[in-house]
């Protein structure tokens, strides 16, 4: 499992790297073809995922994961990453209500993003329920600041329980961030949320319009952490 994931990263870092027109001597090369490409290698890597691992069969659905289809569109996907249960692998806008949109995952979990913020999960086993997003884009957009959050999950008798959490922002500079296709230098800001019961740190990477360019963002103690890249 290891290996593949390292695999996997690596076929990303020679397409964000290695295939930007800017970089590679072909002035020619388009969005589009960028896609492709980069897609056939994760589906071309995560083929060979042997049997002994604990990543299961994508299941495709419809209007789906076809190296086509995101090439046709890159705009609508996601790169999606779980390095707790060993995911690496396409997201596709399923629902989107202005700021609100859906991704469902290639295997079929789904993620709910309110402005880039991470609201809620289903189908990942130990899920998101819900989580309050109400100020946290200002703060980072505002270049920092402190909010209350509040989650909800489920505990083993499937009873929704509620925690409330502190949460700072703070600007932690520019990075270069490769986001699979490409590299971009982002703003980056860290999230620190404690509660009596727990503590998790978000990451978002923000372009210069304030918009959420990809992120790290806590799910749950089993899942962790679920990181989003714009293609």
């Known amino acids: 499992m290891k290996r593949t994931i390292c695999g996997v990263a690596a076929a990303l870092a020679l397409a ?17 073809a960028r896609a492709l490409s980069v ?19 994508p299941r495709v659905i419809p209007g789906g994961f076809s190296s086509e289809a995101i090439a046709a569109d890159p705009g609508a996907y996601r790169l999606m990453q779980v390095n707790a249960l060993g995911l690496v692998e ?5 629902q989107e209500n202005g700021d609100e949109v859906t991704l469902a995952l290639q295997s079929g979990p789904t993620a709910a993003y309110d402005g880039g913020i991470l609201v809620a999960t289903r189908g990942f086993g130990d899920d998101l329920i819900t989580m309050d997003s109400a100020g946290v884009l200002e703060a980072l957009r505002a270049g920092g600041g402190t909010v209350s959050r509040r989650m909800e999950t489920l505990d083993a008798q499937d009873q929704v329980l509620t925690s ?12 270069t961030v490769n986001l699979g296709l490409r590299e971009a230098t982002l703003n980056r800001f860290d999230e620190k949320c404690r509660s009596q019961a727990l503590i998790f ?10 918009q959420i360019v990809a992120s790290r963002q806590y799910v749950s103690p089993t899942v962790a952490y679920l990181r989003s890249n714009r293609l």
Do not use: H, K, M
């Open 164 to 175: 409330s959490f502190s949460c700072t922002i703070t600007s932690a500079g520019q990075e």
């Open 201 to 210: 740190d978000n990451i978002y990477w923000l372009d210069g319009s304030g």
């Open 39 to 57: 897609v056939s290698q994760v589906q071309t890597i995560l083929g060979g995922v042997g049997s002994d691992t604990t990543v299961s069969a």
């Open 90 to 94: 396409p997201g596709r806008i399923i």
């Open 16 to 32: 964000g790297c290695g295939q930007n027109s800017e970089t590679s001597g072909q002035p020619g090369a388009s969005a589009e």
